[in-house]
């Protein structure tokens, strides 16, 4: 097919087991996605955005469409919500094949916050977020950007909605150049813990690693801001700034917003296969070439940086031991070293085939919350990391993901996040302490990973 800039769309309606599926393929070079997305006024869910465009782990950018459930915690807390999905999900129909290549077809979105930990900790942090422990709404269809081909391919079981989607695509097509941004203000980010405080933690986590109590945490710390204006539109700066494979946007409810340019996927799974990519060891970029190659074998040879990942790498390993079949399991191309637009990281890669009567809540229960951002042994790592920390984390380090009908899914790591709460704007950096940790050195490497998303903060007009 020839790649132009004007749309060519190709249709079908097939039914399969009295599911209709109508589908449209619209072919458009330099689409902006993010901006029909902001247009489209159709009940929508979040947006999954790899806005690093054709990735080495994501070629695809896609939003629910035609929600009709919603499970969270702010509705009822007492329902076993993944018990729920689980019963829904794998009762699907058969898919046509036409649209089985497609990472969501159907299914649900939504997001776990930290705390909604699988694990009995004692004490456990009341929560200080307005956040919900968890929200995940199911989506009758969706909307999907091929990065690699340029198409967009729309799937949903309602007439009605197929006939409004190609409708208001032909108006954002006449109107997009006639769209004005809506301004948007936000205050200097502030930390809420000094460097002085900071160092003193981070000796109490090596005390706690010296005394034998975990081999390594990951402590994080908050900058907070007081945010006006549209979010999708500091959303649309922080994914310029950084894009990353794992980016979404996800507005939760009237006044809260999730804006995430994640790196990390927590899991993948597709044809009962799962996968791990934990991300430990971080360096800065240099602007010179020459530098930046230095910097890459400098981490490439970082004792202290390799032995983080080998111990987040073992971990994984020993929770996917949970839920996967006895030798199934490998390390793949470990390390690789992967790029980004202020950074350089480390990353991992465990796979293993799960056990064909593997819950959903026995995944999660098992790889939930990350290894990279809780610690070694992780369930010890987490009730210090509740004892030194100020604050609950809430939706930051949790996950973000989707469950498909076909039982595939796939779940970031909230980090390189952003959460707005009415006009509260909060930002949380973290980092691995081992027992060679150097608390100066931890807290610039905090700060490089923030600098990504305070760049996208300070393009625009700063309030005094």
């Not at 970029?285 to 981490?299: G, V």
């Not at 996950?399 to 704007?425: A, C, V």
């Amino acid at each position: 097919m020839i790649q132009t800039n004007k749309p060519m769309m190709f249709s079908f309606c097939k039914d399969t087991n009295a599911t209709k599926y109508y589908e449209v393929i619209i072919k458009y070079k330099n689409f902006d996605f993010i901006s029909f997305y902001e247009f489209i006024s159709i009940q929508k869910g979040p947006l999954f955005d790899s806005s690093m465009g054709s990735s080495t782990y994501s070629n695809w950018s896609f939003f629910g469409i035609q929600p009709s459930k919603k499970l969270s915690s702010s509705i009822n807390n007492k329902t076993d919500f993944l018990e729920q999905i689980q019963a829904e999900i794998f009762n699907h129909k058969e898919i046509p094949k036409e649209i089985n290549d497609l990472p969501f077809i159907a299914g649900y979105m939504g997001f776990i916050s930290y705390e909604k930990s699988f694990e009995n900790l004692n004490p456990k942090k009341p929560t200080s977020s307005t956040f919900p422990e968890y929200q995940f709404e199911h989506y009758d269809g969706s909307i999907t950007l091929n990065h690699k081909t340029n198409e967009i391919i729309v799937v949903t079981s309602d007439l009605q909605t197929y006939e409004s989607i190609l409708d208001q695509y032909q108006k954002y097509i006449f109107c997009k150049s006639k769209t004005t941004k809506k301004p948007v203000s936000i205050s200097k980010a502030k930390p809420q813990l000094m460097k002085a405080d900071y160092l003193q933690k981070i000796k109490q986590i090596l005390e706690n690693i010296k005394c034998g109590n975990i081999y390594q945490a990951n402590f994080t710390h908050k900058l907070i801001a007081e945010f006006h204006g549209n979010p999708i539109e500091l959303y649309k700066s922080l994914r310029r700034f950084n894009p990353s494979p794992y980016s979404c946007y996800y507005q939760v409810s009237e006044d809260l917003f999730i804006l995430s340019s994640s790196p990390e996927r927590l899991f993948k799974i597709e044809q009962n296969i799962i996968t791990s990519n934990p991300i430990k060891g971080t360096i800065k970029r240099d602007a010179n070439p020459a530098r930046d190659k230095t910097q890459k074998k400098i981490l490439l040879n970082s004792p202290k940086d390799r032995a983080e990942l080998t111990m987040i790498v073992d971990l994984i390993r020993n929770d996917l031991g949970r839920i996967c079949e006895f030798g199934s399991i490998t390390v793949n191309q470990w390390p690789t070293l992967e790029t980004f637009q202020k950074v350089h990281h480390l990353v991992g890669e465990i796979q293993g085939k799960l056990n064909p009567k593997t819950t959903l809540n026995q995944i999660f229960s098992s790889i939930f919350p990350g290894g990279s951002i809780t610690g070694a042994p992780k369930i010890r790592s987490m009730e210090i990391i509740d004892k030194i920390e100020d604050s609950s984390r809430g939706p930051y380090t949790g996950s973000i993901g989707y469950i498909d009908l076909r039982g595939n899914m796939e779940f970031n790591i909230l980090i390189r996040t952003i959460l707005i709460e009415k006009n509260k704007l909060t930002l949380q950096v973290g980092g691995g302490i081992v027992a060679d940790s150097d608390p100066k050195k931890e807290y610039e490497e905090t700060m490089h990973k923030a600098e990504a998303i305070l760049d996208a903060l300070n393009h625009f007009e700063l309030e005094k």
